[in-house]
């Protein structure tokens, strides 16, 4: 089945650095991804939605600035949490769906998530 | 407005057991999806199920079976002969089929202990 693969799976960082997280499809091509943030023992909450070649659509109260989205190609988008501090600690998951026709199904497919602590 | 509502959020059972999660959504939408996850300690979301708005007919998959009742606007799942292996947070999800099918709306999920 389709794969979809996120990059680092867990980051530790110092307050006031920017980390970038990557969102790839393996093996097919997604003009949209999703960017989700879970807080430890709560829902998963959409942040924004990654479209290739063009500006990221973001949540109401997500910050733009904070968490920069770049979808530069069909199989990979990423995140950047700037300046971090620590009440970003979380675990982002990124989602993206295959639109080929082959798997069109409405089927999501997840990454494994990164887990983001900041110090 | 669309919403899940997963009532219960931690349950208890010992292996073997049959277990039923609850999931109760919202939505004005007439056309849309409906999706199971299953979360285990390490992260990452398994696909479950998904099930389209036009579709009510129950499906079961080996020890997982899922009632769909748009009467009542639930989608329950239920796991006969629970194992260890089945503990994990559970999430119900929604989205409509128009939106590209990549906004989904979460529940709160639910914690599911299996203790041997």
Redesign the interface.
């Known amino acids: 089945g389709a794969v979809v693969s996120q990059h680092p799976s867990w980051v530790i960082c110092k307050s006031g650095t920017s980390v970038k997280i990557e969102c790839r499809s393996l093996d097919f091509q997604a003009t949209t991804m999703f960017w989700y943030r879970q807080f430890p023992k709560q829902s998963l909450m959409l942040m924004a939605t990654s479209n290739e070649g063009s500006k990221a659509t973001y949540e109401q109260g997500v910050e733009k600035d904070k968490f920069l989205i770049n979808h530069a190609s069909l199989t990979l988008s990423t995140l950047t949490v700037t300046s971090a501090h620590p009440e970003d600690s979380s675990f982002y998951i990124c989602s993206a769906r295959d639109v080929s026709g082959r798997a069109d199904t409405g089927e999501l497919f997840f990454g494994e998530g990164s887990r983001l602590t900041v110090l | 407005a669309q919403k899940v509502t997963q009532a219960q959020t931690e349950i208890s059972v010992v292996e073997k057991e049959d277990v039923t999660l609850d999931c109760v959504y919202e939505t004005r939408d007439t056309t849309y999806?409906l999706?199971w996850?299953k979360q285990p300690p390490?992260?990452?979301?398994v696909?479950l199920i998904?099930r389209?708005s036009f579709d009510e007919q129950n499906e079961i998959s080996g020890r997982y079976s899922w009632n769909f009742q748009k009467s009542t606007s639930s989608f329950n799942f239920t796991i006969t002969a629970s194992q260890v292996v089945d503990s994990a947070v559970y999430?119900c999800a929604l989205?409509p089929?128009y939106n590209?099918?990549?906004?989904?709306?979460?529940?709160?999920?639910t914690e599911l202990s299996v203790k041997p």
């Open positions: 999806y999706f996850y390490s992260g990452e979301l696909f998904r389209n999430f989205t089929i590209q099918g990549g906004k989904l709306i979460f529940g709160q999920g």
